[in-house]
DNA sequence: CCAATTAGACAACCTTGTTGTCCATCAACA
DNA sequence: TGTTGATGGACAACAAGGTTGTCTAATTGG
């Protein structure tokens, strides 16, 4: 009686728990940026948008910028780096610290992660139209639950945990 | 009543379903990954295991498992490479098709396959206990009804989605 | 028996991370 | 004021895991 409902035939074992959240996510996101690119945003990855956010969430720097997305500042800078050659956001110098290049979302880039904001509701409203409202809500809370509000990276699943540059 | 629940403090938006999704996947991948390690297995990341699994299932040379696990031929010969390098797999000539290497996976191979297993297991029945059995039941059937069984790619989330090497 | 397909090797390259080093600037304190 | 330490950023080198493209050898099918 290690499972009372044994007789269904659903996964029950940890990976396929595991392989069903990484399929999730990539429905999801792989459904949005192929919607972007199509509404002509090319190229706009998860990483993108969640770096556009956290610069308008007011980290104003790439070092800072590194910080909240758990990386170390130099793959932050390359981040920033992209998004600048595609306009999505401005560095300036800062009067105030010499050593400091602020950063920007231009308008360019609002409208990015507007769109992608829409797109991901859209397929959320989807969701809940497959399997209910009720239902996805709970699947929400329970994840939130598990999952905790740690923050989280989006780089490739399975890179080792390690300490990054100038730890907390 | 668009939402019954409209107090609770929760997301409600796709993006953060979105990274609710990934991060019940890292959590798991990486709690796997580092209790794997300090069981001795270093360095095992979901990939290896998922390739490993595949061999084991039968794709028993390089172009077939890139088949299987959505990649091309090149991509699973490197994995392949690291998989051999571990001794977690052998490649001995195909008596029988002299352009084939064939695959195995090695005792130590299984070995670590099936601590892998074990622990994912363990880190559900963690999460049972902290939700509830039924919660979680109905979690991974909602999910699998979303997700459908589509093949997941485990690779790193965001790439665009291309053809590949000999498509089907 | 010849043409097409397939397995694998090899090389070049991309993306997104990581270190490590180095310099300029700012901040703090004797 | 001046030295010392911390911080921001740039640059280079490298790793992991993908991709393409090209090439050879072996097999298979007409």
Known sequence: MSNGRSLLPMSRSGADLALLLLGGFRSLADAATAELARRGHED???VHDFA???IAA???NASELGRRLSVSKQAAAKTVAVLQERGHVTREADPLDGRRKRLR???LGHEVLRQGEAIFDELREEWEQR???EALATLETHLTTLVGSRPVRLDAPGLPLRDLDEPL
Do not use: E
Request: aromatic share 0%.
């Open 44 to 46: 706009v990855r998860p």
């Open 52 to 54: 556009m956010r956290a």
């Open 58 to 60: 007011g980290a104003d």
């Open 105 to 107: 979302v231009t308008p």
């Open 131 to 133: 399997i209910g409202p």
